[in-house]
């Protein structure tokens, strides 16, 4: 099938701005669908995607080696590390509310038991930014990348994953966590999983293996393995010390701040099986999401990820339909895949749902204005039949590193000047950002 920025993740003043655009106005006949009030509407970076020269990280590391499976180093990123007061300038200028971005766990703990406070500070700064512009915090406490030291003593392959990762938890939380709004232990851990049923390129999966034992390498470790960049033959090692680090990460969190809602994203493709085809997507899903709907039942809400659907028959994967419209990379757009994918995780969970990650990479923004309103349609319908969704939050906010790919994938609502880092609004923007304003389609 088409590989896109989930099957080859491995393979993985705003209102000046806004003022240039103009809104189409919704036909006259279509009634206005409401969300609930406090709904939250948002957009989410990564730190090592936007805020750049991130060098104590394992991925850093990776990006550099020979041979390396990334397009092109990380670099400057979008220099968000200075330019975060403007990201959060724009976020609140596009009339959302809540603002998704990650602590880096390298910059915070470079060294084992070694804690910066002038980083931990630096992050304070931004939570405290987005109380004084009214918008929520919604902190993930480690999106894919880890200290060079983590990663270099096996990653999560070590069974003191589990304790290393709870003590940073608890060290960022009592640091930083009062004034959180929501807090995400990891992003995604169950990515691998998924690409690994999704199918990846021998090639790629060659240079994977020859990228980590270089690695090691460079680390002089006997392991070294990330969290969105381990060999496959590793993933079912990996799975209970990432089960137990978010169960420890959890509780690290709640013990600092117990009242802070604290709960896990996971990457969830919108699986469709044909006729023929259920016994294949049952074990599909049991793979990719069992583990992570059990333990997302102990948790606050349940963050979804969906970036797409996948038919499958009996004898697996199909390719789009004729005629489909494509993304960036080939892959269908199918904006109904969120609502089909929130009404799967909390019919599995029973738990609150917040859309943490949905967008489309596209060099055509105007796929994206017409994606966005289509989608939340489907978000909209499956919260009328009870899905209890808290919010929505759109990647990505600044056109950014989407890891392998490089800069050649366009997610954001926002361009980004790989040279001067000025920021400038697209289209898409102002569409979500009206929505989000009258909290209604």
């Given amino acids: 099938m088409p590989m896109n920025r989930r099957t080859l993740m491995l393979a993985g003043a705003a209102a000046t701005l806004l003022g240039s655009h103009g809104v189409r106005a919704e036909p006259q006949e279509r009634r206005a669908r409401a969300f609930p009030k406090g709904f939250l509407w948002g957009a989410a970076t990564a730190g090592h995607q936007v805020e750049g020269n991130n060098t104590a990280s394992d991925l850093w590391l990776l990006e550099h080696l020979k041979p390396t499976i990334f397009a092109e180093p990380s670099g400057d990123a ?13 976020v609140r200028g596009f009339g959302l509310n809540t603002y998704r971005f990650s602590l880096e766990w390298a910059r915070i703990e470079p060294e084992p038991g070694q804690f910066s406070g002038a980083m931990l500070d630096h992050y304070a700064r931004i939570i405290d930014g987005c ?10 406490f480690n999106h894919f990348t880890a200290p060079r030291w983590f990663s270099g ?6 069974s003191d994953s589990p304790s290393r990762f709870a003590r940073f938890c608890e060290r960022a939380a009592r640091h930083v966590g009062v004034h959180v709004g929501y807090a995400i232990t990891l992003n995604e851990p169950n990515i691998l999983r998924l690409l690994k049923m999704l199918g990846l390129p021998p090639p790629l999966l060659e ?3 020859a990228m980590l034992a270089a690695a090691a390498h460079a ?10 960049a381990a060999n496959e033959e590793d993933l079912e090692r990996m799975l209970p010390n990432l089960l137990a680090g978010h169960k ?5 969190i709640k013990s600092a701040h117990p009242t802070l809602p604290v709960g896990v994203s996971l990457a969830v493709i919108d699986d469709q099986a044909m006729p023929g085809g259920e016994a294949r997507r049952d074990a599909r899903r049991d793979f ?9 039942r102990q948790d606050d809400f349940v963050g979804v990820q969906n970036y797409e659907r996948v038919r499958i028959g009996p004898d697996g994967p199909l390719p789009p339909p004729d005629g489909a419209p494509r993304n960036w990379s080939g892959t269908e757009i199918f904006p109904a895949s969120l609502g089909n994918a929130v009404r799967y995780v909390h019919a599995a969970t029973g738990r609150p749902v917040i859309v943490t990650e949905h967008g ?28 209890p969704v808290q919010g929505y939050v759109h990647w990505t906010l600044l056109d950014n590193f989407e890891w392998i790919f490089g800069y050649r994938p366009h997610y954001g609502l926002v361009a980004v000047n790989r040279q001067t880092f000025k920021r400038t609004a697209k289209p898409s923007a102002v569409v979500y950002g009206a929505i989000a304003r009258r909290n209604a389609l």
């Fill in 207 to 209: 240079t994977q293996h």
């Fill in 78 to 90: 979008c220099n968000s590390l200075e330019l975060w007061a403007q990201d959060l300038d724009l």
């Fill in 153 to 158: 003593d096996g990653g999560w392959l070590s």
């Fill in 248 to 252: 420890l990460g959890r509780e690290a």
């Fill in 131 to 140: 109380r004084t512009r009214d918008l929520t915090p919604m902190v993930t």
């Fill in 288 to 296: 990719c999401y069992g583990a992570w709907l059990e333990a997302a």
């Fill in 360 to 387: 489309l990479g596209t060099d055509d923004d105007a796929q994206r204005t017409r994606f966005i309103p289509e989608a939340l349609e489907g978000l909209h319908a499956a919260m009328e039949e009870g899905v």
């Fill in 219 to 228: 680390t002089r470790t006997a392991v070294f393995s990330a969290l969105n």
